[in-house]
């Protein structure tokens, strides 16, 4: 079955330092791969989608890159804020027959040391 | 304001008792989805809809009913039979049918069921 894989670990780093967050995925190929980022008792908010057909992908301070070869997606995110703290979760399409069914990692939490 | 409306935000019910969770949208989207957030998981999908008056199982459909009378709405109702109701429900929503597969998020609801 599909599996998805974020570090479940979170992650620390300074205040203006380039935060890189990983996800893995097994046993498929997404025909696009979404990140998301969540904060405490909030819905998810839909940040980039790329394609399988792009290597990468930016918007702001944020850059996503696909390596369908290696079956990952990194998240970048450059000069960082306390303000990017927040879980972060990338979900894959698994969509069939027109039907868009997207699975959700578990997130990997971002906290940014001012 | 376009946007998806969850209510109510917090929600306590007794054990045995079944519950109706609100999901509202006026984006005009045609898809909408519920998923289940329990803590150190993933989103995981309880039902969709692609249409009014249509909708289809996902992942835990087990002990939850859905309806879709409305384009709009798309209300979840927690019944007796989820052995372990408590955890944060998500509502989203997607306009499925263009290249663009973002989905939209309502604020959720927590459920506690003592």
């Known amino acids: 079955s599909q599996k998805i894989e974020q570090n479940s670990e979170a992650l620390n780093i300074q205040e203006g330092k380039t935060a890189t967050l990983t996800c893995n995925y097994t046993n498929y190929s997404p025909a696009y791969l979404q990140w998301y980022r969540q904060d405490p008792g909030r819905g998810p908010v839909f940040l980039l989608l790329?394609?399988?057909?792009?290597k990468e992908k930016r918007k702001e301070r944020l850059k996503v890159t696909f390596d369908t070869t290696l079956k990952q997606s990194l998240f970048h995110i450059t000069a960082s804020q306390p303000a990017d703290s927040a879980t972060y979760l990338c979900a894959l399409d698994l969509g069939s027959g027109g039907y868009q069914k997207v699975t959700f990692g578990t997130g990997t939490k971002l906290q940014v040391i001012p | 304001d376009g946007g998806i409306t969850q209510s109510p935000k917090y929600l306590f019910r007794k054990e045995g008792q079944n519950v109706t969770l609100s999901c509202e949208q006026n984006?005009?989207?045609?898809?909408m989805y519920w998923y289940r957030q329990d803590p150190g998981q993933g989103l995981r999908l309880i039902y969709y809809?692609?249409?009014?008056?249509?909708?289809q199982k996902g992942d835990i459909a087990e002990g939850y009913s859905v309806s879709r009378e409305k384009k709009e709405s798309f209300p979840l109702t927690v019944t007796s039979a989820q052995k372990n109701p408590t955890a944060f429900y998500l509502c989203?929503?997607?306009?499925?049918?263009?290249?663009?597969?973002?989905?939209?998020f309502g604020p959720g609801t927590r459920l506690t069921v003592t």
């Open positions: 790329i394609r399988e057909n792009e």
């Open positions: 984006l005009n989207h045609d898809a």
């Open positions: 989203a929503s997607s306009e499925f049918k263009t290249a663009s597969y973002e989905q939209y």
């Open positions: 809809s692609q249409i009014v008056n249509d909708f």
